[in-house]
């Protein structure tokens, strides 16, 4: 499954963005899709993550803010991310799993990956 990640961008503290993740001649229905994000020096971190029915659980850093969801039809996962604070500033990566539920906030347990798109916000 090739992934493409795209909608990073600079904004200001308190702004939103959304980010879309799409693959190319391959359907998203069989996977759990997840989004990470990797700041620099750091560890990739678990944002959030989407089940095929709908589903979804977030990390506790980004709930009430963001929103995952995928269109199946369009072999496309979205992540809709509302006031946004410096900390959020990262390369922002979605993933496909077939990984249990319970283990889908582990990075390692992601067979595919995008290649990322990154997020700045200022003070």
């Known amino acids: 499954v090739q992934l493409q990640a795209c909608g990073g961008g600079l904004v200001q503290a308190g702004g939103s963005l959304r980010l879309s993740c799409a693959t190319s001649g391959r359907t998203i229905r069989p996977y759990k899709m997840g989004w990470f994000r990797q700041a620099p020096g750091k560890e990739r971190e678990f944002v959030a993550v989407?089940?095929?029915?709908?589903?979804?659980y977030y990390a506790d850093s980004v709930k009430g803010r963001f929103t995952i969801s995928r269109d199946n039809s369009k072999n496309a996962v979205y992540l809709q991310m509302n006031s946004l604070k410096p900390e959020d500033t990262a390369t922002y990566f979605c993933?496909?799993?077939?990984?249990?539920?319970?283990?889908?906030?582990?990075?390692?347990?992601?067979?595919?990956w995008g290649q990322g798109t990154l997020v700045t916000v200022s003070s």
């Open positions: 993933g496909a799993t077939t990984v249990v539920w319970s283990a889908a906030d582990r990075a390692e347990h992601y067979n595919y």
């Open positions: 989407v089940a095929s029915g709908g589903g979804a």
